[in-house]
């Protein structure tokens, strides 16, 4: 049963103040205060109000909006922040547990704040916490609650200043010395600097250094990730052999303190091996349960989904806060009208709505699947805990990578163009920094890049669709994952059969008919990629060469077909669930419908292509 | 005859120091210093690097890339630098009649070096400046001496924070005293606060302000400019009855102090109304050489379009800059490649390339726009200034509107995209401040919108398409016009005849190809505009309305395409010229090719849907 506003607390969803936009709410087919019950839940709902409250009500979190802070005082501020949070305590960990979905609207909420301040705390416990915990041991636990208690504050320091996508090519060392069991950290040369570690530049005590490990005799097992301390806690100074330096100025983001770091052989203890995937014993053994270095390596950056996961649910407040900005803006500000004497709120014009209404859909729809993504990283990451070994476990992960490999390159460019679009929608007054636009923008942009650039990780997900539809050839095994994202599949030769037959426009108005052309587009993408790899690959040397030949005009597309399809396929679901309150059928499925018809017109080139293809099978483009 | 490398001087174009790009470099197929001196010609390299030596070589240029500035040192730094290139007196009245492009390569120099200070420049001298010289009469030529020694520092104000685009809606006021021979400067309100004024904010001493001129019992002959004093020139303290102010903190631009200003009831004598237009004789009646308040209005507000000119270049400046930095990036980044061991240039991979490479080719293709167009404002220019009244001169002023309406939102936008693009291809480098992507994307930004949001000014372009073809159908009238843009529309029912026909890809590598589609497309899109807007027309009830709803899907792609059309066919004709030294006939000629064919695909939707429509003609899209 659906929550009711009844069930609510007036305190809970206080009535808006009066103003100008009073017409236009007046005016809405449907209640917000349901749509809000709806889409949180009366519980989450009290949980982010709770955090606001006392964001509000605190001193150290007020602030004047475009204020001209400069870098030092603001990283300074944020760290102080930072700190509060912990003291608040939102969340405890018997919460995390019982409503897991708290933890991403925790992060939320501070993102909403501010981006510095949600990447901080994110990059303190859920990156460096996190690593230490599932990488680690017993004998590492220590180290957690000191991190809970910000005795000690964290960074993940894995790129380097000459490699960051090529994870491979990482070039610090860690080579152990059995004389003094110990580990000697270096970094070769200023290329092999760890580079861009948030969190690093002032404030960290502590990383987890990836190295590689090297036994006596130079025998090399690959990255591994140790946990060293790189200043004192009491002074901030760095510890001895390491040089540890602020990367100064970002285009946004400038609360976070993004770092480089310098080792010149710093010896940490045999223990400071975060020992999951491998581990030194104390007679100077190499031991480690996965057999390969590849294995190794694929668990020790398991981690990284998560990562993309929360870039995805960050990029949503982004695009959600800048929606909310220019929708309100331009339903009061006037310009122009039928005569010169009435102007008309710009929110009238069809252009306005054509460029503003369809990333608010957005907003909508990439919210459901960032919170139904994290809720499925949640059985991941439950099954690993306990041990899960299973092929469905394995299948699992596969599947999760893949859709959290194109889902946050569709969410950070879908806020990234959303943001420049509110900018330019609200005019001159968009362009002023106290009204956040900016700062939205330039907060949003890195989550185009880290946690791995969104061209580079859209080949994952390109590979794992052709990798399936090899096994389909090859082996004739079915179409099948944990989450079913990929079962359509099966149908692809009926799907690319199908025509699009409508008799009018409101037929259109439902996702359902851009779900079917979408199933027909990634089927045919998938085969048309294909097709193309093959065929590159019998014309080329290497295999490297066929797949880079193919993903500009195919796998890009591929995937981020592939992955819109999902979005639209589970928010689809979602709207229509027999849940859902009457009163707000309509405009969620106004909004499903949108978005779904939004997303698809950029294929449109692509659709009348095929279309043409089939239509003159003989005939195929002169350019390909 | 073609400049050669032979005619240069060593100095002019020394040899690149050597580095990582020197690979690159020794593989390029032709002579960079043959193509700089085509492009821009021996006496053009000279001045600018005349510009560039002297700024090089002043402290008060001297900066570190992404350091933290406060705005109020950075406004400071910028009016002392704006003060100095006074100083300097790069150009004189002389050589501006001489060589006219050195005008815009002059400001394209300070925007190379900042945006903020080709900004605060230009404001001054070419939209102040401009604006006393061309509205005002004789008795204004005593501020023209003071302008260019900066004895006073002048701002354009006639935006108020009401109304930027809708500018028949600004309301302040100038009521004309008969008693004392004075005007009274008087802002109603808040809202008619003129707002947004470029160097207002901190240095201004005097600002064109536009009013709307009431003559006792009340009768208002509409919107004037007057020259009035805001501040003391010694203390920079407001004149009385004046509150101005700064702005605060914006996106970008930052160097520039843009300002709000209210007026209470200021009085100035008579002749500070700039008399161009209308004026007030000492007897206190009203004079006006034009007939009706329309024409008035659309004189006075003429200036825009060498504003929007002026944009337009500086757009492409920022693109120049951006893509420079991206790709000498993507040469000297190495990261993955055929092996574990060797790494591969980024900008080996496909998928970098069709990044990256097609800005390149923007650029070069909107820089030769940029500067024809000019050329072509000085021509209509020196019309206005001898007196030209003639129908061609008026028909020249109507074409020149038209493409830069469409010109600025062209180039502006593509210079948004292309540094974002830029941004994201440097990966985490490009967000590190010093790199300069973020400054370069925050700078360009507000040319989407300022002088004219883009989206409203695609409305004049193809309101001019309209118009001419409106005279088409009702007068049976020629499409033609002074520049021969619109000529080709003669022609319209054999275009559309036209079938595509090619046979390989290679045929396709000559910007005639995509010519000729963008000629088909053009008339294909105004017969569509005008139709849907005729029927519009019969289904609604104002005019207003069935413009509003035929731009989003008709005139805005009608206005971009004839646009792209323009500039593909001046680049095309540029490089195609018997002039074009042979050494560089390759590569000129695959930079427009480039250019047209990528600019091209992004209508490709829009192609193929037309041709399906020609193919079953009775069958229309049920959407439409």
């Not at 709505?353 to 960032?370: E, G, K, M």
């Given at each position: 049963m659906a929550p009711t506003v009844e069930g609510g607390d007036a305190a809970l969803l206080?009535?808006?103040?009066?103003?100008?936009?009073?017409?236009?709410?007046?005016?809405?087919?449907?209640?917000?205060?349901?749509?809000?019950?709806?889409?949180?839940?009366?519980?989450?709902?009290?949980?982010?109000?709770?955090?606001?409250?006392?964001?509000?009500?605190?001193?150290?979190?007020?602030?004047?909006?475009?204020?001209?802070?400069?870098?030092?005082?603001?990283?300074?501020?944020?760290?102080?922040?930072?700190?509060?949070?912990?003291?608040?305590?939102?969340?405890?960990?018997?919460?995390?547990?019982?409503?897991?979905?708290?933890?991403?609207?925790?992060?939320?909420?501070?993102?909403?704040?501010?981006?510095?301040?949600?990447?901080?705390?994110?990059?303190?416990?859920?990156?460096?916490?996190?690593?230490?915990?599932?990488?680690?041991?017993?004998?590492?636990?220590?180290?957690?609650?000191?991190?809970?208690?910000?005795?000690?504050?964290?960074?993940?320091?894995?790129?380097?200043?000459?490699?960051?996508?090529?994870?491979?090519?990482?070039?610090?060392?860690?080579?152990?010395?059995?004389?003094?069991?110990?580990?000697?950290?270096?970094?070769?040369?200023?290329?092999?600097?760890?580079?861009?570690?948030?969190?690093?530049?002032?404030?960290?005590?502590?990383?987890?250094?990836?190295?590689?490990?090297?036994?006596?005799?130079?025998?090399?097992?690959?990255?591994?990730?140790?946990?060293?301390?790189?200043?004192?806690?009491?002074?901030?100074?760095?510890?001895?052999?390491?040089?540890?330096?602020?990367?100064?100025?970002?285009?946004?983001q400038n609360g976070l303190d993004n770092g480089f770091a310098m080792f010149h052989k710093?010896?940490?203890?045999?223990?400071?091996?975060?020992?999951?995937?491998?581990?030194?014993?104390?007679?100077?053994?190499?031991?480690?349960?996965?057999?390969?270095?590849?294995?190794?390596?694929?668990?020790?950056?398991?981690?990284?989904?998560?990562?993309?996961?929360?870039?995805?649910?960050?990029?949503?407040?982004?695009?959600?806060?800048?929606?909310?900005?220019?929708?309100?803006?331009?339903?009061?500000?006037?310009?122009?009208?039928?005569?010169?004497?009435?102007?008309?709120?710009?929110?009238?014009?069809?252009?306005?709505?054509?460029?503003?209404?369809?990333?608010?859909?957005?907003?909508?729809?990439?919210?459901?699947?960032?919170?139904?993504?994290?809720?499925?990283?949640?059985?991941?990451?439950?099954?690993?805990?306990?041990?899960?070994?299973?092929?469905?476990?394995?299948?699992?992960?596969?599947?999760?990578?893949?859709?959290?490999?194109?889902?946050?390159?569709?969410?950070?460019?879908?806020?990234?163009?959303?943001?420049?679009?509110?900018?330019?929608?609200?005019?001159?007054?968009?362009?002023?920094?106290?009204?956040?636009?900016?700062?939205?923008?330039?907060?949003?942009?890195?989550?185009?890049?880290?946690?791995?650039?969104?061209?580079?990780?859209?080949?994952?997900?390109?590979?794992?669709?052709?990798?399936?539809?090899?096994?389909?050839?090859?082996?004739?095994?079915?179409?099948?994952?944990?989450?079913?994202?990929?079962?359509?599949?099966?149908?692809?030769?009926?799907?690319?059969?199908?025509?699009?037959?409508?008799?009018?426009?409101?037929?259109?108005?439902?996702?359902?008919?851009?779900?079917?052309?979408?199933?027909?587009?990634?089927?045919?993408?998938?085969?048309?990629?294909?097709?193309?790899?093959?065929?590159?690959?019998?014309?080329?040397?290497?295999?490297?060469?066929?797949?880079?030949?193919?993903?500009?005009?195919?796998?890009?597309?591929?995937?981020?077909?592939?992955?819109?399809?999902?979005?639209?396929?589970?928010?689809?679901?979602?709207?229509?669930?027999?849940?859902?309150?009457?009163?707000?059928?309509?405009?969620?499925?106004?909004?499903?419908?949108?978005?779904?018809?939004?997303?698809?017109?950029?294929?449109?080139?692509?659709?009348?292509?095929?279309?043409?293809?089939?239509?003159?099978?003989?005939?195929?483009?002169?350019?390909?």
């Amino acid at each position: 049963m659906a929550p009711t506003v009844e069930g609510g607390d007036a305190a809970l969803l206080p009535e808006f103040p009066r103003g100008p936009l009073d017409a236009y709410r007046a005016r809405a087919s449907f209640s917000w205060k349901e749509l809000a019950l709806f889409t949180e839940g009366e519980d989450m709902l009290r949980f982010k109000k709770t955090i606001f409250s006392a964001l509000e009500n605190d001193p150290l979190f007020a602030r004047s909006p475009g204020a001209d802070l400069s870098l030092d005082k603001y990283r300074e501020l944020n760290f102080l922040r930072c700190k509060r949070i912990f003291e608040y305590d939102f969340l405890s960990v018997e919460d995390m547990f019982r409503s897991p979905l708290k933890v991403p609207a925790l992060i939320q909420c501070l993102g909403m704040y501010d981006s510095s301040l949600a990447a901080k705390y994110l990059l303190h416990t859920l990156v460096f916490g996190s690593a230490v915990y599932s990488s680690g041991s017993e004998r590492h636990l220590t180290y957690i609650q000191k991190i809970f208690s910000m005795e000690i504050f964290g960074c993940f320091a894995l790129t380097e200043l000459s490699h960051g996508s090529n994870t491979k090519a990482i070039r610090t060392t860690a080579h152990y010395d059995p004389a003094t069991k110990e580990f000697i950290i270096h970094s070769p040369d200023f290329e092999a600097a760890k580079f861009w570690v948030g969190n690093m530049g002032k404030t960290a005590t502590h990383a987890v250094v990836f190295a590689k490990l090297h036994m006596p005799g130079d025998q090399c097992h690959g990255l591994h990730p140790f946990i060293v301390q790189i200043r004192d806690p009491k002074t901030l100074l760095p510890m001895p052999g390491v040089m540890v330096g602020d990367m100064g100025k970002k285009l946004g983001q400038n609360g976070l303190d993004n770092g480089f770091a310098m080792f010149h052989k710093v010896r940490v203890p045999r223990q400071s091996l975060l020992n999951r995937m491998g581990d030194v014993t104390p007679e100077g053994t190499y031991v480690s349960p996965f057999k390969d270095v590849r294995q190794r390596f694929g668990v020790s950056l398991g981690g990284l989904s998560s990562g993309r996961v929360s870039i995805l649910s960050l990029a949503v407040v982004n695009l959600k806060l800048a929606i909310a900005i220019a929708l309100r803006f331009s339903a009061t500000r006037r310009q122009f009208g039928p005569t010169q004497e009435e102007e008309i709120a710009v929110l009238e014009y069809p252009m306005q709505q054509c460029r503003l209404l369809p990333y608010l859909a957005a907003a909508y729809a990439l919210d459901h699947f960032s919170k139904s993504l994290f809720l499925d990283l949640v059985e991941l990451q439950r099954g690993h805990a306990s041990g899960d070994c299973s092929a469905r476990q394995a299948e699992l992960g596969r599947e999760i990578h893949a859709l959290a490999s194109a889902g946050k390159p569709l969410a950070s460019w879908t806020a990234q163009q959303g943001i420049q679009e509110c900018r330019e929608a609200c005019g001159g007054h968009g362009y002023l920094a106290m009204n956040r636009l900016g700062v939205l923008r330039d907060d949003n942009d890195p989550n185009c890049t880290y946690e791995g650039d969104n061209n580079v990780l859209l080949q994952q997900t390109s590979n794992y669709l052709l990798g399936l539809r090899a096994r389909r050839v090859q082996d004739g095994a079915c179409f099948r994952s944990p989450l079913k994202s990929v079962d359509f599949l099966n149908a692809y030769p009926s799907i690319l059969d199908q025509k699009f037959e409508v008799s009018s426009v409101a037929d259109c108005l439902d996702s359902a008919v851009a779900l079917a052309a979408y199933k027909w587009l990634v089927c045919y993408l998938l085969r048309e990629t294909y097709q193309k790899l093959n065929q590159e690959k019998r014309s080329r040397s290497s295999d490297f060469e066929a797949r880079n030949n193919c993903q500009v005009s195919h796998g890009r597309p591929l995937a981020l077909a592939f992955l819109e399809l999902t979005v639209v396929q589970r928010f689809h679901e979602h709207v229509h669930q027999p849940c859902v309150p009457p009163s707000l059928r309509a405009v969620l499925g106004r909004l499903s419908a949108l978005y779904a018809l939004w997303s698809l017109s950029r294929h449109a080139a692509l659709l009348y292509r095929a279309e043409r293809r089939r239509s003159c099978p003989g005939r195929r483009d002169r350019s390909s």
